[in-house]
């Protein structure tokens, strides 16, 4: 018959005790059987705690789609594989790796019909760098198919959309600020044009300026020296001597005026 380690030990502990009692003193005899029998209750004891805590297996798996192949995934349409947030993660990761271009290719190759399909090709298109056109066209594709989302999948599949939204305004900001920046630059250009002419205009108007400055002034200089020329020649002549007369002179009578002839008669015929 099969026995049990404690059954074993107790066994031992009750022939052991009867060999005590024939030949040992029975004080001895019965403190050795209380120590057998408390090694035999915290064997007992421990026994069962360890029976008792026992790890569950879950009957289940989960596979684990960290090194499937980029190039076989698209085409997995497997239900357990799609209702899987590991599937799709490494699809993402997937997506990120291909070229603008190879995603397109890969995503035009996929049939629109159904909730995953849709997604792949929201995943392969926003791996290439869409413009925020685009995304919204993705989202609402994706949202048309809400009611029928995996609820395993949801938390996954929401912060998905948030992250294309906030995608979304950013290049809204940025397509704002790149306007903005083009106005201001077609306003910068402008005034450096006014600038430039108006520089243009002040330059002439100085040169100007300074070309009627030196007339005006070789004018006051010829004027000036004209003066002083005609003040030199009016020192040099000698002045005129008035003749003296008398003032018991008369004055020279005047001769009397000729006597006026008159016109020649005509002869008589």
Request: negative net charge.
């Amino acid at each position: 018959m099969k026995m049990w380690p404690a059954q074993r030990l107790l066994t031992t502990a009750y022939t052991a005790l009867r060999t005590l009692r024939t030949g040992v003193v029975p004080g001895m005899a019965a403190a050795f059987g209380l120590i057998l029998l408390s090694g035999c209750h915290e064997r007992m004891t421990t026994e069962n705690a360890s029976a008792s805590v026992q790890p569950v297996v879950p009957d289940t798996k989960v596979l684990d789609y960290r090194t499937a192949s980029c190039d076989t995934i698209w085409l997995n349409d497997a239900g357990e594989a799609l209702s899987n947030a590991l599937y799709w993660l490494r699809a993402m990761d997937c997506a990120d790796r291909l070229t603008g271009t190879q995603a397109r290719v890969q995503a035009r190759d996929l049939s629109a019909d159904g909730w995953a399909n849709v997604f792949k090709q929201s995943l392969l298109i926003g791996s290439a760098e869409p413009s925020a056109g685009e995304r919204r066209q993705m989202l609402a594709r994706l949202d048309g198919y809400r009611g029928v989302w995996p609820s395993a999948l949801r938390p996954l599949l929401q912060l998905w959309r948030e992250k294309q939204m906030l995608t979304i305004s950013l290049l809204e900001e940025k397509g704002r600020y790149q306007r903005l920046q083009e106005s201001t630059d077609t306003q910068l250009d402008a005034m450096r044009e006014n600038q430039s002419r108006l520089q243009y205009r002040l330059d002439d108007t100085t040169r100007k300026l300074e070309n009627l400055t030196d007339i005006e002034r070789q004018l006051s200089s010829r004027k000036q020296e004209m003066q002083d020329n005609g003040q030199g020649q009016k020192s040099d002549e000698p002045a005129a001597v008035k003749p003296e007369t008398g003032k018991d002179d008369a004055p020279a009578a005047a001769e009397p005026p000729a006597p006026e002839t008159a016109p020649n008669e005509s002869k008589e015929h």
